[in-house]
């Protein structure tokens, strides 16, 4: 039998050279390539313009993760010996808890909600932890909607800050720009992965100028108009040559979410018999095709043939942070293992399929033929 070319669970494209070659330009007569160059303050105006929003509102840094850290620092600061806890999701990649421990916090995880995949914001109130964590980390899964009204109120109710970690999310923005906050920042993803990329890099976006200053301020080593460190900082600057590729990806941006659109309407025509449910854009961010499989047994064949039939799959999230032989350690005698039932039915059963913008309608069907015989 004549195995089929590989097809990979995510296939991003960027730019090209031609399209990138007219801001390649400009650096190269500014010769700025850093540091909040010409390049970098135009894309952070055409996002704000693009997403509706206040110029002030959208700030970028070197990477998603980067982006969670500086929000961080500059919302909470580091974390304190009398609150030093930050409580997450533990269905959630694990830059969302990597970037927390960076700040100093220990992370504490909470399970999710069956039908969000997020945590629930109305029971955190309730937390036996709740006098000790100093920071909460609202995770939207695979590009959902973040649900930030909730945020804002357990904020206000509790006085914790709380940071929303909404990678993917950038077409729900698109559609509703008023999910962006004045007193939560919500931070995204620009990796070569996600729908608007800019090869790797992120963004904070905030509806406060003084808390963005502060942002600025963290993703530059904590100076402020000199060279001298005032307060917790990184370098988490993008690059201009980075902002070229976003500019230019926004050009043609429009043209890409129609792609998309077209091959996720494939996708559902396809696996319309599919048992369980197949989860699609716009729910999900346009790089998503998950299939929740009716049990784990069947996730765990269908897994086996595709790897069979040279088809690549994902388990995003793998089986929950809190499984994962770093996090582990955080356990303790005032941070007791708690049962996660649902993030450890979701990490079984939930299956990320192949999905691009120009994915062939042959080789939806191709996955979809390799599941039905597994069924």
Request: negative net charge; contains cysteine; hydrophobic residues 45%.
């Amino acid at each position: 039998m004549i195995l089929q070319p590989f097809l990979p669970v995510c296939r991003p494209q960027l730019p090209t050279a031609i399209e990138l070659l007219p801001y390649l330009q400009e650096s190269d007569a500014t010769r700025h390539y850093t540091n909040r160059g010409p390049l970098v303050r135009r894309l952070e105006l055409r996002l704000a313009e693009y997403l509706g929003l206040p110029s002030e509102a959208v700030r970028t840094a070197s990477n998603g993760t980067s982006a969670i850290e500086v929000a961080i620092l500059a919302l909470a600061g580091m974390a304190t010996p009398q609150r030093p806890y930050a409580l997450l999701p533990s269905y959630t990649f694990a830059a969302t808890a990597l970037a927390a421990e960076r700040c100093g916090y220990r992370p504490i995880f909470c399970d999710v909600d069956p039908k969000t995949w997020s945590m629930d914001l109305d029971a955190v109130p309730q937390h036996p932890l709740l006098d000790k964590i100093g920071l909460i980390l609202h995770v939207a899964p695979y590009g959902r909607a973040p649900q930030m009204r909730q945020a804002e109120r357990l904020a206000s109710l509790t006085g914790i800050p709380v940071v929303v970690d909404a990678a993917a999310s950038f077409e729900r923005l698109l559609e509703d720009p008023s999910l962006v906050s004045g007193t939560v920042p919500m931070t995204i993803s620009f990796h070569a992965t996600k729908t608007f990329s800019t090869g790797e890099g992120g963004a904070i976006l905030w509806k406060n100028a003084p808390g963005q200053d502060s942002v600025v301020q963290a993703a530059n080593f904590g100076f402020n108009l000199s060279r001298r460190s005032e307060v917790p900082g990184m370098n988490a600057k993008l690059s201009d040559l980075h902002a070229a590729v976003g500019l230019a990806m926004l050009d043609t941006f429009e043209t890409r979410r129609k792609d998309y659109a077209s091959t996720a309407k494939a996708w559902a025509t396809a696996a319309a018999g599919l048992p369980g449910g197949l989860h699609l854009p716009p729910e999900l961010a346009s790089i998503y095709i998950m299939w929740e499989t009716p049990t784990s047994q069947i996730m765990d064949r269908a897994i086996e043939a595709l790897t069979a039939a040279n088809i690549d799959s994902r388990r995003w999230y793998e089986d929950g942070l809190h499984r994962q032989p770093h996090f582990k350690r955080f356990g303790g005698p005032d941070v007791q293992s708690i049962a996660l039932p649902v993030t450890e039915d979701l990490g079984s059963r939930l299956l990320g399929l192949p999905m691009a913008h120009d994915l062939a309608k042959d080789q939806i069907e191709r996955v979809v033929d390799v599941l039905a015989s597994v069924l």
